[in-house]
């Protein structure tokens, strides 16, 4: 997740003098102005942009990976039965022979 | 040594037969001449900087070709003639009918290669083919026409002792011989480049050739075993293993 | 004995959640490359794989050509179609990543290319086999025999061209606890190969013995 830091706010370090009434200052804000959002949401946008692609990346190599694998075990699996039936096939004929 | 005469006797004996009609030269060198042309009709557009990269590439694609087209049609003729199962039979040393066919596809690689890097360097001038060096060139052609045959040769005799299926012939040759087809083509390129380390890559082809001769040679009685007139019957093509 | 491609197959069967979860949870985000570099995990044990069972495929297509052993040759077989399957996987995600990454699937380095060319060597090797004329078993396994002693020398070839793949020192410079999540999938992937190989060898010896015996029980010819 993208944590945005906000700008830490300057520490209340006016308030020095103990028996100065005078009023808090008021806390400068630092980069709300308008280019620096701007930049900052072209980067959420392109990092977005790059998680969803690599996310893609990532489903389609494993997917292709487990679909190889499950194919292979399939015709691992259609031969054995084939071998299984010429077997038994080869075992009848030679048992009615005698 | 009776090895070397034998070998010496069947190549005089399978240059002898070409020298009647010059089929095999003919056709090669024609195809030669075809690719060359191809060549240079699909790669005219390629400003002289790439064509000069696109050369050697070339070149090498060009032997691959025209080898697979040899070796097909060494091993045809005979396979046509029924001569090679009398070969076989034959009471020769079977290294000796490897060497002699290698030693004519050697042969007619070569005088291919002869027709094809003037060719290659007339039609890609930028390549500066003819400023290379003449030595370091004929030999870097002639250990890449080795290595090729080498492997060729075997596969090829191995197709040829059964009844048709040659078209597995170009499925087993072009993978095989890509070791030997890169490092010609990374020779060449130094060559052409100018770079230091020629002679070096050379060494190492020469000691691949040695090797995939030593291979091939080695493995040829084994996989001729069975072929000939006295082949094992197939066995039977039931449940597919 | 007779139970061990099971074990096996059980053994990866349980592995492959913990790689997965160790692999997309539990791991750290690469710096450079980011999410996509987790295809990674798999990438490398399937190239370590597909090369590893060529070399072994070489070896038994030796001892079958040497010993005319049946079962040299049965797990040559199988080692070469692992070999292909590993190799297909390989060839597949390779691209994938790379065009997560850089943008282009085909690199054109020595290193895609040359695991291009031994994955078409085994190909052949098993296109021989299937179509080829009477008996191609030995032709097929002079065929295994050069690809395998391929797998050195293309390797080397690696070293005298420029190349854009990952150095071999990617692996060696890994973080500890990368490496660690590559093992956990090598050893997953691993025994699942074996399995299969393990599987698949069985299949080949048992009809290579049902071909026998099928000429064996064909009654005898009438004499004319």
Request: hydrophobic share 55%; net charge neutral; proline share 5%.
């Amino acid at each position: 997740m993208l944590i945005l830091d906000q700008p830490e706010a300057p520490s209340p370090a006016t308030a020095t003098s103990a028996g100065e009434a005078s009023p808090p200052a008021t806390q400068k804000v630092e980069g709300r102005d308008r280019e620096t959002v701007r930049l900052k949401r072209e980067y959420e946008a392109e990092v977005e942009n790059k998680v969803a692609s690599d996310y893609s990346h990532i489903v389609w190599a494993y997917g292709i990976i487990w679909a190889l694998f499950a194919i292979y075990g399939v015709l691992l699996w259609r031969r054995s039965s084939a071998q299984q039936t010429d077997l038994d096939e080869l075992g009848n004929q030679l048992d009615k022979r005698g | 040594m009776r090895l070397w005469r034998q070998t010496w006797l069947l190549a005089r004996n399978d240059l002898r037969q070409e020298a009647r009609q010059l089929e095999l030269v003919m056709t090669a060198g024609f195809f030669t001449l075809v690719m060359v042309v191809l060549f240079a009709v699909a790669f005219f557009s390629l400003d002289d900087d790439a064509q000069a990269k696109a050369v050697p590439g070339m070149l090498w694609l060009g032997v691959a070709f025209v080898g697979a087209l040899t070796l097909t049609r060494v091993f045809g003729r005979e396979r046509e003639a029924n001569t090679f199962n009398a070969l076989l039979a034959a009471p020769v040393d079977r290294l000796a009918i490897y060497l002699s066919k290698l030693v004519v596809t050697v042969l007619v690689l070569a005088l291919c290669s002869a027709l094809m890097v003037p060719g290659l360097g007339s039609v890609f001038p930028a390549a500066g083919i003819f400023d290379a060096d003449p030595v370091a060139l004929v030999s870097l052609v002639l250990l890449g026409c080795i290595g090729y045959a080498a492997v060729g040769t075997l596969f090829a005799a191995g197709l040829a002792s059964a009844a048709g299926k040659n078209v597995l012939l170009s499925v087993i040759l072009y993978p095989l011989t890509t070791p030997v087809l890169l490092f010609a083509l990374v020779a060449t390129q130094r060559l052409l480049e100018g770079h230091a380390e020629l002679w070096s890559v050379l060494a190492q082809m020469l000691a691949l050739d040695v090797a995939l001769v030593g291979v091939g040679a080695w493995l040829f009685e084994s996989v001729l075993v069975g072929a000939g007139p006295r082949a094992n019957p197939a066995r039977s093509p039931r449940v597919s293993s | 004995m007779k139970y061990v491609p099971h074990a096996l197959l059980a053994l990866s069967a349980v592995l492959f959640p913990y790689c997965v979860q160790r692999v997309f949870l539990a791991t750290p985000i690469e710096s450079q490359m980011g999410t996509a570099q987790k295809i990674f995990y798999f990438h490398v044990p399937l190239a370590w794989i597909c090369m590893l069972f060529a070399v072994v495929c070489g070896i038994a297509a030796g001892v079958q050509l040497r010993r005319r052993s049946d079962r040299a040759e049965a797990l040559a077989l199988a080692a070469g179609e692992m070999t292909v399957l590993a190799g297909l996987g390989v060839l597949i995600t390779g691209p994938i990543w790379g065009d997560a990454t850089w943008g282009t699937p085909w690199t054109g380095d020595a290193r895609q290319t040359s695991t291009a060319l031994l994955w078409l060597v085994f190909v052949a090797y098993l296109l021989v086999r299937t179509y080829g004329p009477a008996n191609a078993e030995r032709l097929a396994a002079a065929l295994a025999i050069f690809g395998a002693i391929n797998v050195p020398i293309i390797y080397y070839a690696v070293k005298i061209w420029k190349t854009t793949h990952p150095q071999t020192g990617v692996v060696g410079s890994l973080p500890q606890d990368m490496w660690n999540t590559l093992w956990v999938c090598l050893l997953a992937l691993l025994s699942l190969a074996i399995a299969l190989v393990w599987i698949r060898a069985g299949q080949a010896r048992l009809a290579i013995a049902l071909d026998r015996a099928w000429i064996d029980a064909e009654p005898e010819p009438a004499p004319a």
